[in-house]
């Protein structure tokens, strides 16, 4: 057995992993920002383009599913043409479609926009990632320092998402919720070419073009088949022709990937159960984090009658803790191990869903608080155990593809979770606390399951992968 053990911040550290970790985080950041700072704007947006519950699924789904099915061949990317270039043209097409999902004039033209974007999201994660993973080649306290951080910067800026948009909303108006990316994407650019060198591409295999598309089409299908369901009613025909698609897809890819010499999901990478219980965690997280924030969302504004900058001040718990359990996470996992720790953090989360789904819309904000400390204190504790154990599992020249099927996989849960909760929820303002309540309970009971295969890991980890 490997038994991983994430190091401390105090480790010794390679030089120059500072200024490339911080350009990594940067662009990690922005991904993970703009899956939750568009869910205080979801009312307004609905307001103005005059826009059903199903329509503002796909605004959030749209950026989702694409990063979710080109994260696939975009870890494959990095490790072929490098890291750093695919890093860079991942900032200039972000900022490009952040520019045109502010300058949207109705609902269509702004879930267009967002596929590009999450199209764009997707050549930042893996290969944010392998930068850390080469800068840290050889040390594996150094590795799991930076990881730690990385994580702590995506957990805190999803966290983070809802109180930024709020206040931009309260002060320029929901538009700004995509224009804040232009400066951002700057100065993510400006870090990158001041401090990140270099990094020598792998071998220039093939990419699985067909996989690449039936996981596209599959997602699409089966996501697209649960929001219009909720909207359209499961006997139309739209539904069940996208729901027959999207299973005939995912049958298709994996009969693909199964044959392919150059697969988009190298099956080799499941042989090790630690990679198993790090990709349960994380479709779990994401499953349940997704869907309750954009019911939540929702629940705040149209139900309670928050307006949006006091819909995103309600979030500031979930960021402070983010934080707090981020940086608490590798001196937990460095005593109890990654598998106990992603358990025990998963555990927490659950009772932070069970306590959100006694909400109504008369609940005082002073009793939401517990829930929403419990969330965050449980995802923030799990998810860079998880992220350091998948890492430590492979080989660092697999790391780019690694990371990618890791993340694929979070996203798509999380397209999942904004389909069935947002599905749960549309509706009026006492459908919306409904779905928040059957929301809660699904959340809990998803990260049961999770936390009982990530338990079941322990000591039964195989060999590195790679």
Known sequence: MTNVRVASASA???????????????????VQL?????????????????????????????????LAALLLSAGALGDRFGPRRAFLAGLVLFALSSAACGLAHDALQLILARAIQGAAAALLVPPSLALITHAAAGDDKARAWAVGWWTAAGGVSIAAGPVIGGLLIGALGWRWVFLVN????????????????????????????????????????????VIEGGHRGWSDPLVLGALAGG??????????????????????VFRNRMVWSAVAIGVGVNFTYYGVIFVLGLFLQRSAGYDAVQAGLAFLPLTATFIVSNLLSSRIAHRFGPA????????????????????????????????????????????????????????????????????????????????????????????????????????AAVLLVAAWLAWRSEGRTAASVG
């Open 34 to 66: 703009d899956v939750t700072i568009v869910n205080v704007a979801l009312d307004a947006i609905g307001r103005e383009f005059g826009a059903p519950t199903a329509s503002l699924q796909w605004v959030v789904d749209a950026y989702t599913l694409l």
């Open 182 to 225: 232009l400066p951002l994407c700057l100065l993510g650019a400006a870090l990158t070419l001041a401090f990140v060198p270099e990094v020598p591409p792998r071998e220039k295999r093939p990419l699985d073009l067909p996989g690449q598309v039936l996981a596209f089409l599959a997602l699409v299908g089966l996501v697209g088949a």
């Open 12 to 30: 010794r550290r390679p030089a120059g992993l500072p200024m490339i970790l911080a350009a990594a985080s940067f662009g990690f950041t922005i």
């Open 340 to 443: 106990r720790t992603m358990a025990g953090g998963v555990l927490v989360a659950a009772l932070g869903y069970a306590l959100t789904s006694r909400l109504t819309p008369t609940t005082p904000f002073w009793l939401m608080v517990p829930g929403f400390l419990l969330i965050p204190g449980g995802m923030g504790t799990a998810v860079p155990a998880m992220t350091s154990a998948l890492l430590a599992s492979v080989d660092r020249h697999f790391s780019g593809t690694a990371s990618g099927v890791l993340n694929a996989c979070r996203q798509a849960a999380g397209a999942a979770g904004v389909a069935v909760m947002g599905a749960l929820a549309a509706g009026g303002p006492e459908r919306i606390a409904a779905g928040l309540r059957v929301s809660g309970l699904i959340a």
């Open 247 to 268: 299973v005939a897809a995912g049958a298709a890819f994996l009969a693909v990937e199964m044959r392919s010499a150059h697969p988009a999901v190298p099956l080799e």
